[in-house]
């Protein structure tokens, strides 16, 4: 097995790392939604302010695992029958915008936390809902990214079948939820999550399928 194609096995693992380093996220920062009122949002934004800043880290961090196995995703389209890279640089600008929307919608929390002291109620709303709206705005990059690779795995099998049907159905939510950008439903924005749920499944699947490849190359349709 060459240097390149074990590189990409293990770059594979990001995903599953990714994964881990998100929930971590999650369970550090607390959870506050859009459509809560400003007295509750400063409230949590008061309780939670060091899980915040540690969340945000571990968001960055999570970031560095992604970008990892990206590179394997884009060795494995490749490799599958994507000869020209049509589908794995859709696959890749569609993680990039989400990265990109996260990453902002991070950073507005993680500021709202550092400069607390600094802000009232109806200004922590403000910037809760800007930050929901970056968010938003990154998950339908997100949905690009499955797509795309669903469509290489119906054409060229980059990924057992259950896998693209996966990444179909977590797409579709990923576009509803991203109406959050125009609302604070909740019921929407449950929709959203649910959709990162079936992403974080989806994630794990490709790194186990894409580390347990070892040197061999999919077959092309």
């Given at each position: 097995?060459?240097d390149?194609?074990k590189?990409?096995r293990?770059?594979?693992l ?8 998100v ?7 607390g959870?506050?939604?859009?459509s809560?009122?400003?007295?509750k949002?400063?409230k949590?934004?008061?309780d939670?302010q060091?899980g915040i800043?540690?969340?945000?880290f571990?968001s960055?961090?999570?970031t560095v695992?992604?970008?990892?196995w990206a ?7 490749h490799?599958s029958?994507?000869?020209d890279?049509?589908?794995a640089v859709?696959a ?10 996260n990453?902002?919608q991070?950073g ?9 002291n600094?802000?009232?109620a109806?200004e922590?709303?403000?910037?809760v ?13 997100i949905?690009?990214?499955v797509?795309a ?11 057992p079948t ?6 179909v159905?977590?797409g579709l939510?990923?576009l509803?939820?991203?109406?959050s ?10 929709v ?7 992403w ?5 699947a490709?790194?186990v399928?894409m580390f347990?490849a070892?040197d ?6």
């Amino acid at each position: 097995m060459g240097d390149d194609s074990k590189w990409a096995r293990y770059g594979a693992l990001g995903g599953i790392v990714f994964v881990v380093l998100v929930v971590a996220s999650g369970a550090a920062g607390g959870n506050s939604q859009a459509s809560d009122s400003p007295a509750k949002i400063l409230k949590y934004l008061h309780d939670h302010q060091d899980g915040i800043k540690i969340a945000a880290f571990l968001s960055v961090l999570a970031t560095v695992a992604i970008i990892w196995w990206a590179g394997s995703l884009w060795a494995r389209l490749h490799h599958s029958g994507d000869r020209d890279f049509r589908l794995a640089v859709i696959a890749l600008l569609g993680l990039l915008i989400g990265g990109a929307g996260n990453l902002t919608q991070t950073g507005i929390t993680a500021a709202l936390a550092i400069e607390l002291n600094r802000v009232t109620a109806n200004e922590s709303k403000f910037f809760v809902v800007l930050s929901q709206a970056f968010g938003a705005g990154g998950s339908i990059g997100i949905a690009v990214l499955v797509f795309a690779t669903s469509v290489a795995t119906f054409r060229y099998h980059a990924f057992p079948t259950w896998v693209g049907w996966l990444g179909v159905v977590d797409g579709l939510a990923f576009l509803v939820g991203g109406y959050s950008i125009a609302t604070t439903n909740s019921a929407i924005g449950g929709v959203g999550f649910a959709a990162f749920i079936l992403w974080a499944i989806w994630l794990i699947a490709t790194s186990v399928v894409m580390f347990r490849a070892k040197d061999e190359i999919p077959a092309t349709a």
